[in-house]
């Protein structure tokens, strides 16, 4: 069930989903407002922002978990509402979330089919078709360029960038059109890192839209065709790759403003510190006198 190879970079026709205008509010809190955002067949889509800028909230609405409280959200431009998760897989929507869904004791294969089992047999007869289940899962790893020695092995001894690359193929391989990552690359080493951005870039590859949620943007610069930068809720714009530096996201990032208002902070607490440290230091030399007065007036008596 692969997609057909796009060339990479593919933006004609409809986005694969889209949002217009979305806002979101928990009660009083705006966790999002007037985001419009896109994601092409073929394209690395970066969301960045600081930590509670609303990144997962904006994924969680494509993924059906959230409705959006205003604005549209559009399927190969058509308007969608989606009730529930199941609605957004149905629609190619498949999301990796950070936790992985997996169940560490069970073997890789059992994982790559969790929920979605082979069988064989029928009636009382049918039990889940190992051999098939663990052939399946080895080639659709391979077209990945992922080799597992034993995809019978229980997934609790993969690494952390392994675990994150099996449920990118898994999601491939049952026909998602559009790849979520929510911060996929948080928890790794650079090298481990390098692994799933690789994955990433091969998606893409295969004609998939990725929407590779980071707040690093070392890690999203290289692999990333478009930037869609969040700052508490609300959007900063969405670049191309030709129109911004990697300096300048991350400038947009922390907030030019705030990081200056930062540097003023702590020189201020820096300055403070050598106040109170020169207090301690007098309090500290007054000590000394009077101890060496009263030992000397001991001496004397
Ligand atoms: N279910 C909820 N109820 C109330 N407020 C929420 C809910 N979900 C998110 N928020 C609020 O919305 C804001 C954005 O949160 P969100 O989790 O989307 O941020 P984020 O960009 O993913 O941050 P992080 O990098 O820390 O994961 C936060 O202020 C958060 O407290
Ligand atoms: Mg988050």
Redesign the pocket.
Known sequence: MSQPATPSGTTSGPPLVEVRNVSKY??S?V?LKDISMSVHAGEVMCLL??????????IKIFAGVHPPSEGTMLVEGREVKFGSPRDALDAGIATVYQDLAMIPLMSVSRNFFLGSEPTKGFGPFRRFDMARADRTTRDELAKMGIHIRDTSQPVGTLSGGERQSVAIARAVHFGAKVLILD?PTAALGVKEAGVVLRYIAQARGRGLGVIF?T?NVHHAYPVGDRFTL?NR?RSYGTFRKDEVSREEVVSMMAGGEELEQLGHELAEMAHQDREAGKEMADTGRQFAEEARAVRDEGDRG
Do not use: R, W
Request: avoid cysteine; aromatic fraction near 6%; hydrophobic fraction near 30%.
């Open positions: 928990f009660g809190v966790s922002g600081d930590n509670g800028a609303g990144k997962s909230t904006l911060e949620i707040h969040l809720g």
